[in-house]
């Protein structure tokens, strides 16, 4: 049975008036996706998965997806730890790992916010901030303030009833007026009324442009799938030492091996990790 395709859209655009940047993504297909991909995660989970899956996707989108970026989250909440992986191809995957915190926030501090991005040419760059009061958009806003000193609102959204979600990343550039950037608050505050269903791209650029236009735009393609294979487990599998590798087996059958991201289940041999020498 052929798989299904997770294909959302990362739209980018420039107010008429040249003094804001927004970045818009309905990412109800990435639930869909996270839905099938783990579903030993109750829908909240899943919620608090899909908003850092879209905080991801649109902080990558500054980029013009020309890296990896991965975002962790570890947290006293009910989400031991969150991540997300973005690749320059338009593939994103997450996991989310539960805690045995019963109820309250998913995201909670104290706990730590790390952010790296890795490109052909060179050693990543991680950086680290710890956790400030909030939930995953407000660490992010907080991330881009503090690391890349760029004042933005990062507005998530996710129903773990419908599994309508999305995401708007809005950034004034630095020639915008005070009268501009008061208007742009209120516009912001004010998408609290407007029903998920109807945030759509269009709808979220005529919003932050009031109704003035946009003077460009670009999409990008994501698709939501992980990019496990066999081979590459048996080659990471390989570097372990050879007690270690031997430890793993009990008698003749295969250890099965699960991608966290993806839930694929992988066996694997004794013969496929001893290599000659071991």
Not at 9 to 19: E, I, N, P, S, Y
Not at 157 to 163: E, K
Not at 182 to 206: C, D, K, M, N, Q
């Amino acid at each position: 049975m052929e798989e299904p395709i997770h294909q959302a859209q990362v739209l980018k655009a420039l107010t008429q008036d040249r003094f804001i940047r927004l970045s818009s993504l309905d990412a109800s297909p990435l639930w869909d996706g996270v839905r099938r991909g783990h579903p030993h995660l109750d829908p909240e989970a899943c919620a608090s998965l899909t908003e850092l899956l879209t905080a991801t996707a649109l902080l990558q989108g500054r980029t013009a997806f020309a890296e990896r970026l991965q975002v962790l989250v570890k947290s006293s909440g009910r989400a031991r730890a969150v991540v997300a992986d973005c690749w320059p191809d338009g593939t994103i995957r997450g996991v989310l790992d539960l805690s045995s915190v019963p109820s309250g926030d998913w995201v909670a501090a104290p706990g730590l916010l790390q952010v790296m991005r890795s490109n052909a040419t060179g050693p990543p760059y991680i950086g680290n901030l710890p956790l400030v009061e909030g939930g995953i958009q407000v660490q992010l806003e907080h991330y881009l303030q503090s690391s890349e000193q760029i004042q933005a609102s990062l507005t998530l959204w996710c129903d773990p009833g419908t599994g309508e979600a999305g995401g708007l990343l809005v950034e004034p550039l630095p020639d915008c007026p005070p009268a501009r950037l008061a208007r742009l608050v209120e516009a912001i505050e004010g998408l609290e009324v407007v029903p998920f269903w109807e945030r759509t791209a269009e709808f979220l650029a005529s919003w932050v442009s009031q109704g003035e236009g946009i003077e460009e735009s670009e999409a990008t393609e994501l698709f939501y799938r992980c990019r496990c294979t066999r081979e590459a487990l048996v080659e990471a599998l390989r570097r372990f030492p050879a007690g270690q590798k031997a430890d793993l087996f009990k008698g003749d059958e295969p250890l099965e091996v699960r991608c966290d991201y993806c839930g694929a289940m992988y066996p694997i041999s004794r013969d496929d990790l001893m290599a000659e020498g071991d």
